[in-house]
């Protein structure tokens, strides 16, 4: 029984993320484009974020998402899986980090109530975001020739 839900909830969530909310969230954002293929980043120094990315990528059988390169680094970065439980576990962070988007609020509103089996997680991440450095103004363009492990101390909560 407790197998099934969980599945129904991963469908749901996945349903809410790839047919609804990213066609839609496309639609209204305007970001710089992204100017790496995952050709590209395989060819970027080991340790390098972008090579980081895309092996990270290529392991999970993930491709690319045309707007969402820079989200993508961001689980590099924060070291959160690219799973239902590892997304819902970023937003709680970024939302204390007080990143206020609308994509933050209603992910972190829907996992909070299909997901209470994580609550403790979701405020422990909350508190890590809320004492981290934001990532605002940064330019993931350049970002990914860096080198992963300094970013994440650079990026690393207290």
């Known amino acids: 029984m407790l197998t099934t839900i969980k599945h129904l909830r991963s469908k749901l969530l996945e349903l809410l993320t790839h047919k609804f909310a990213l066609p839609l969230i496309s639609k209204f954002r305007k970001s710089k484009p992204f100017p790496y293929s995952m050709d590209d980043l395989m060819m970027f120094p080991n340790h390098t974020l972008g090579k980081d990315l ?6 999970m059988n993930h491709q690319l998402i045309p707007g969402y390169e820079r989200h993508d680094c961001k689980h590099i970065i924060l070291q959160y899986e690219m799973d239902e439980t590892g997304e819902a576990c970023m937003q709680f962070y ?3 980090n007080r990143h206020y988007s609308l994509p933050v609020i209603s992910t972190v509103f829907i996992c909070f109530f299909l997901m209470p ?3 403790s997680k979701f405020y422990y991440e909350f508190r890590k975001g809320r004492s981290a450095k934001t990532f605002d103004d940064v330019d993931f363009n350049t970002l990914v020739q860096q080198n992963t492990e300094a970013l994440r101390k650079q990026y690393k909560n207290t």
Do not use: D
């Open 54 to 59: 895309v092996l990270y990528l290529k392991k």
């Open 94 to 96: 970024f939302l204390g």
């Open 117 to 119: 089996e994580h609550w």
